[in-house]
């Protein structure tokens, strides 16, 4: 009988060296004894080669094994049982020849293996769900200071090793160590060590952030999907003596009723607006008016306006909003984030700048009517957030039916036109803002039209002493207008 000595129970590398001979000889598998350092792994192997055969007086054949195939073997080595040698080099040498035989129900190896597998991957899932680690102290490396953690964890198979890269990946800007009885793996930031196994009286006391974990872990805890049998079977009760959150378990456990009744009785919160638009029914929640003949029938009937794209990302259209005998119309050049998702005009960054204004200017917004040129907010998401686009010529002219009979029900005598879109909407002119500032438009339902520049426009200035006199400038258009209606009149 042959055997073949590994240097360590998940000596890799010299399994495969010395299998990949044995294969390419098709030696049998009752042929071979195994053992690792001066440990015999099988009851009939010997310290020396034996003379029944050479591996050189065999033929040779070509030694076929896959990626997943020697992936498989690695993990399967990890296996507790001595046995897993045997049922590993037995499964190959059926694969040399048969490359169906892990599908085949009778062969005995093939089995254990694929079962032993299954057993490695659970296990490994186990440890990266719940290792611990504790700090233990800090280094100096360079300029920088690397906070140092152990923990400590007792997998049912030599998976140490085999985790070490995940662990690597994952907390990359610490150094750690993962001690366990079977071997000890560390991370300097750089390079990946072992060393051998360890007593658990090296595992780390408890540090200062157990207890912020155990607070997290609590706020965390929903006693309306407690359920113990699936709790149970993913996280086992041998796992908890490690898991600082496994004393918190039987109380939450138990208090899981009482929790629930709260929660239940805790008033129902308003579901966001943004949700809702998505509703296949939204539209049938609204009539359209057959014929329009008032402003609520306009603001009815754009609520379902489909004419351009921007209807598709926005949450709802947001029309104006003011008294219907308003004397001054402002108008924007369309809603912004918050304004979309609240359903009204200028209650954002800009909007309270315009208050601010107004208020300066001596004007109240409650007397004002206030819109925008475009009723959807048109935007770019970027991650969380949705940064705003302009509208282009296309958008602004079909929505100009919108504002048009919201001119034509409130009747102002002046209107604000706030910003190069706005007065693009009402008037045509395509040139600057800044060669019409100063002077006015006659409106087609003979109203005055003064230009001026948007709100968000002097947020956006970088210079505090422009910003300023941009800002005064705005005030004194304000008053403006507040001038013009009583000439008016």
């Known amino acids: 009988m042959r055997c073949i000595t590994?240097?360590?129970?998940?000596?890799?590398?010299?399994?495969?060296?010395?299998?990949?001979?044995?294969?390419?000889?098709?030696?049998?598998?009752?042929?071979?004894?195994?053992?690792?350092?001066?440990?015999?792994?099988?009851l009939f192997s010997t310290t020396g080669d034996s003379d029944l055969f050479k591996v050189?007086?065999?033929?040779?054949?070509?030694?076929?094994?896959?990626?997943?195939?020697?992936?498989?073997?690695?993990r399967v080595l990890c296996h507790r049982s001595p046995e897993r040698l045997y049922h590993l080099y037995a499964t190959l040498l059926r694969l040399q020849t048969d490359p169906y035989a892990l599908d085949d129900p009778l062969f005995t190896s093939g089995l254990w293996v694929r079962e032993a597998d299954k057993n490695i991957r659970r296990d490994v899932h186990k440890m990266h769900a719940f290792v611990r680690f504790k700090k233990v102290g800090e280094r100096?490396?360079?300029?920088?200071?690397?906070?140092?953690?152990?923990?400590?964890?007792?997998?049912?198979?030599?998976?140490?090793?085999?985790?070490a890269d995940f662990f690597a990946r994952r907390f990359t800007g610490m150094d750690w160590s993962i001690l366990t009885p079977d071997g000890c793996t560390h991370w300097d930031g750089k390079n990946i060590t072992v060393s051998p196994g360890v007593d658990k009286s090296m595992a780390p006391d408890a540090d200062d952030t157990e207890e912020a974990w155990k607070a997290y872990y609590a706020s965390i805890f929903n006693p309306s999907r407690v359920k113990i049998g699936a709790m149970m079977a993913e996280m086992p009760k041998k796992y908890w003596k490690n898991l600082p959150e496994a004393d918190l378990i039987p109380q939450l456990i138990q208090q899981s009723e009482a929790m629930s009744?709260?929660?239940?009785?805790?008033?129902e919160t308003a579901p966001n607006i943004r949700t809702s638009?998505?509703?296949?029914?939204?539209?049938?929640?609204?009539?359209?008016?057959?014929?329009?003949?008032?402003?609520?029938?306009?603001?009815?009937?754009?609520?379902?306006?489909?004419?351009c794209d921007?209807?598709?990302?926005?949450?709802?259209?947001?029309?104006?909003?003011?008294?219907i005998d308003a004397r001054i119309m402002l108008v924007g050049e369309q809603p912004g984030d918050q304004e979309d998702i609240a359903g009204v005009p200028f209650i954002g960054p800009a909007g309270q700048l315009l208050d601010r204004a107004l208020n300066e200017a001596g004007l109240d917004r409650g007397g004002l009517y206030v819109t925008n040129a475009v009723k959807h907010f048109k935007f770019e998401p970027r991650g969380k957030m949705r940064l705003h686009r302009n509208p282009v010529a296309d958008e602004v002219e079909r929505c100009r039916t919108w504002l048009t009979l919201e001119r034509q029900f409130v009747k102002p005598k002046v209107i604000l036109a706030m910003g190069k879109t706005a007065l693009l909407s009402l008037t045509g002119h395509k040139g600057t803002l800044k060669a019409v500032r100063g002077g006015s438009f006659e409106g087609e339902f003979g109203e005055t039209i003064i230009p001026t520049v948007h709100p968000s426009f002097l947020l956006r200035l970088p210079d505090p002493a422009a910003r300023d006199r941009?800002?005064?400038?705005?005030?004194?258009?304000?008053?403006?207008?507040?001038?013009?209606?009583?000439?008016?009149?």
């Not at 009744?261 to 008033?267: D, G, I, L, S």
């Not at 509703?279 to 379902?304: C, F, G």
């Open 470 to 489: 941009e800002y005064a400038q705005f005030v004194r258009d304000i008053s403006r207008a507040e001038e013009l209606t009583k000439e008016a009149a």
């Open 277 to 307: 638009k998505v509703a296949p029914d939204v539209y049938a929640q609204t009539t359209a008016p057959a014929n329009i003949s008032t402003l609520k029938d306009a603001e009815d009937a754009a609520r379902r306006c489909t004419d």
């Open 261 to 267: 009744r709260q929660f239940m009785a805790t008033a």
């Open 6 to 42: 590994l240097d360590s129970e998940t000596d890799f590398d010299g399994w495969r060296d010395a299998v990949r001979p044995l294969l390419a000889a098709r030696i049998p598998c009752e042929a071979l004894g195994w053992r690792v350092g001066n440990t015999a792994t099988d």
């Open 56 to 74: 050189t007086d065999h033929p040779q054949y070509p030694v076929r094994i896959t990626k997943t195939q020697v992936a498989m073997c690695k």
């Open 310 to 323: 921007l209807h598709c990302s926005a949450t709802q259209t947001v029309f104006g909003q003011g008294p």
């Open 140 to 163: 100096l490396v360079g300029n920088m200071m690397r906070e140092n953690f152990c923990a400590w964890f007792e997998p049912d198979h030599r998976i140490v090793e085999h985790t």
